[in-house]
């Protein structure tokens, strides 16, 4: 139980499209979803925590409009790089908490396996 | 705040040998504490974690890690290597403070090499 899927794996485009990034929660429902960005070689930079039917929070630093999320449904989060460069390629690992009856959240995020931004 | 301390990024240790990721963290409550393995390319898998309870805990593949609030530590050992523990080794913390929404807190990872 507890998996989390990501889509696409691996995406190359060019400077200045868009890209969306896709996180579902395949068998539970996740109110809370986070995005980090990891750079090689490092540590998991926490970018947003996404809640479902809200507006998503965004860490200091992190653009929200060049980060968009939307976090849909109980089991779907998307982030949309937009206008891409360069210095956006990185590697992108959503997570998800799970809801346990009567809305008491999990303490225990569970992570996608990433995709990586290459933009040229 | 909240901080996580990764003392190590490189350990590497030989088949067999015990294996020890030292962990230190700085908190104003209690937190909870976590260890992630990240294999190449792929995301964190949660290796095991500390809420309440028994200091002493113990994860998937023989890993255990032990909770010191007057240490401020939570070191990840695991009697004897393989190598497939060969691994990227993430230590965090989550304040649990009801506005932080149950944010994880990552250190720097500790990268473990296994030789044969």
């Known amino acids: 139980g507890a998996v989390v899927s990501q889509h696409p794996s691996r995406v190359i485009c060019k400077s200045g499209t868009s890209v969306k990034i896709e996180c579902r929660s395949l068998?539970?429902?996740?109110?809370?979803m986070f995005w980090y960005r990891q750079f090689p070689k490092q540590s998991l930079m926490l970018m947003a925590t996404s809640n479902e039917g809200s507006k998503a929070t965004y860490e200091q630093g992190v653009e929200k409009d060049k980060f968009l999320i939307n976090h849909a449904s109980l089991t779907l989060s998307t982030l949309t790089v937009t206008s891409a460069h360069p210095e956006d390629s990185s590697f992108y690992i959503c997570s998800a908490r799970d809801r346990r009856g009567r809305g008491y959240l999990s303490e225990t995020q569970y992570f996608g396996p990433g995709t990586r931004l290459l933009v040229l | 705040a909240q901080s996580v301390t990764q003392l190590g990024s490189h350990v590497s240790v030989s088949e067999g040998a015990l294996v020890l990721l030292r962990c230190n963290y700085s908190?104003?409550?209690?937190?909870?504490l976590f260890w992630y393995v990240q294999y190449p390319n792929q995301g964190l898998q949660l290796l095991l974690k500390?809420?309440?309870?028994?200091?002493l805990v113990k994860g998937i593949n023989g890993f255990e890690a032990e909770f010191k609030k007057s240490e401020t530590s939570f070191h990840l050992t695991k009697p004897s290597a393989h190598m497939s523990d060969a691994a990227e080794y993430f230590c965090?913390?989550?304040?649990?403070?009801?506005?932080?929404?149950?944010?994880?807190?990552f250190g720097q990872g500790t990268e473990l090499s296994v030789k044969p």
């Open positions: 908190s104003s409550v209690p937190p909870y």
């Open positions: 500390y809420t309440t309870g028994a200091t």
């Open positions: 068998d539970f429902q996740a109110t809370t």
């Open positions: 965090a913390v989550s304040p649990m403070i009801y506005n932080q929404g149950g944010k994880l807190i």
